[in-house]
């Protein structure tokens, strides 16, 4: 498939481009296009085979749902049975912005996007190119993080030119993704308010407004009862071997630099990514920084697990200790993307 590349600046929209970008999802095609979280692979939501070629493009699989994004709020009115009380504060609060949620869905959206589920997810980004381009689309956009399923979700053009090129209809570059990770997951169809995946919108944010919010427990990539079907899937896994490193902070450094020994005798090409800028202390082949604040950190994370794929490392160590509410959904990523291996020093 040809695919074409255009580049639109989120800071001097170009109607033009994004009225080119909007008509293509309107006639069922693909379009990749930046996000504040990442960069999403769009396709009209009301058109089964135009989401068809979403899963096919991506290899994800068909019983996990796709997120619908708006332009506007008012937008969701006829995509939902019904606009709860608890919704349009959400929506008041924090749309446009980095949160999704979760309502019971109405006869217009096509199982396809749901994966048969009774509810639908939906979004409205703030990016001013995504807004653009939904706004042209005339149509509510069905978007997946554009990677390749169980890569790591892309935050730059680079990224979803590695991974898609070829196999969707255009490709808009609108500069990096500043948030960088998903955008977080409540679930608003039950009677009790749930995150289903942690974001940059976090349960403190959310309380003020809504009261008490539940968090399904995510962090865990071997739960396998997930509410939400995507929790279930291996994530954000690099070609590499995560390795989350925890505990005692002062004994670290020290700990990683013999394993890295370790790995090296073993032939390995081995990495660290930190939160703390002290050069190569470790011995590794490369250190990435990942910047020195969870925010900071989340935005580079994805970035810094392709980087590491690119550098051909087999093995990668990465120190965790932060434990605020914005860190649960950086730690949620990094635990997923190491499956689990996690080494603690006592
Ligand atoms: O920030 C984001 O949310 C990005 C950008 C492009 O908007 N999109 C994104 O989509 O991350 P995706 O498909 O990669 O992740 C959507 C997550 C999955 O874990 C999926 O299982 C869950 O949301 N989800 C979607 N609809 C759901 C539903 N009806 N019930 C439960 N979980 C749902
Ligand atoms: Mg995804």
Not at 61 to 84: C, F, K, Q, Y
Not at 286 to 312: C, H, K, W
Request: net charge negative; proline share 8%; aromatic share 6%.
């Amino acid at each position: 498939m040809q695919t074409k590349l255009i580049a639109i600046d989120p800071l001097h929209i170009d109607r033009t481009l994004c009225a080119e970008a909007g008509s293509l999802l309107a006639g069922g095609g693909t379009v990749i296009f930046p996000t504040e979280t990442v960069y999403g692979l769009g396709a009209n939501a009301l058109d089964a085979k135009a989401v068809e070629r979403i899963f096919a493009a991506k290899g994800r699989p068909s019983d996990n749902p796709l997120i619908v994004h708006v332009a506007s709020a008012a937008d969701i009115v006829p995509l939902v049975e019904r606009l709860t009380p608890m919704a349009k504060q959400v929506m008041t609060h924090f749309w446009p912005g980095p949160i999704s949620i979760i309502l019971k869905k109405s006869t217009l959206i096509p199982n396809i996007v749901t994966a048969n589920h009774p509810t639908v997810a939906l979004r409205m980004p703030s990016h001013p190119v995504a807004q653009s381009i939904i706004k042209n689309a005339g149509v509510p956009v069905a978007a997946p993080s554009a990677n390749i399923s169980g890569k790591p979700s892309p935050t730059a053009f680079a990224h979803v030119r590695h991974d898609m090129y070829g196999k969707v209809d255009m490709i808009v570059d609108g500069d990096v993704c500043e948030v960088g990770l998903e955008s977080t997951v409540l679930d608003l169809s039950g009677d009790m308010p749930t995150i289903l995946r942690p974001g940059a919108i976090t349960p403190q944010m959310l309380e003020p407004v809504i009261g008490m919010v539940t968090s399904a427990n995510s962090a865990s990539p071997h739960d396998d009862s997930p509410k939400s079907p995507g929790m279930k899937y291996r994530h954000y896994a690099p070609n590499a071997q995560v390795v989350v490193v925890t505990g005692d902070a002062s004994r670290q450094d020290m700990h990683i630099a013999r394993l890295c020994i370790a790995a090296k005798c073993d032939g390995k090409r081995v990495g660290v990514l930190t939160y703390e800028d002290k050069g190569n202390i470790y011995n590794s082949d490369i250190v990435i920084y990942a910047g020195g604040t969870p925010m900071e950190y989340g935005s580079n994370l994805f970035a810094a697990l392709r980087q590491f794929d690119d550098e051909n490392i087999d093995l990668v160590y990465a120190p965790f200790n932060w434990t605020d509410e914005y860190s649960a959904a950086v730690a949620n990523r990094l635990y997923k993307a190491a499956d689990g291996r996690v080494a603690r020093v006592e």
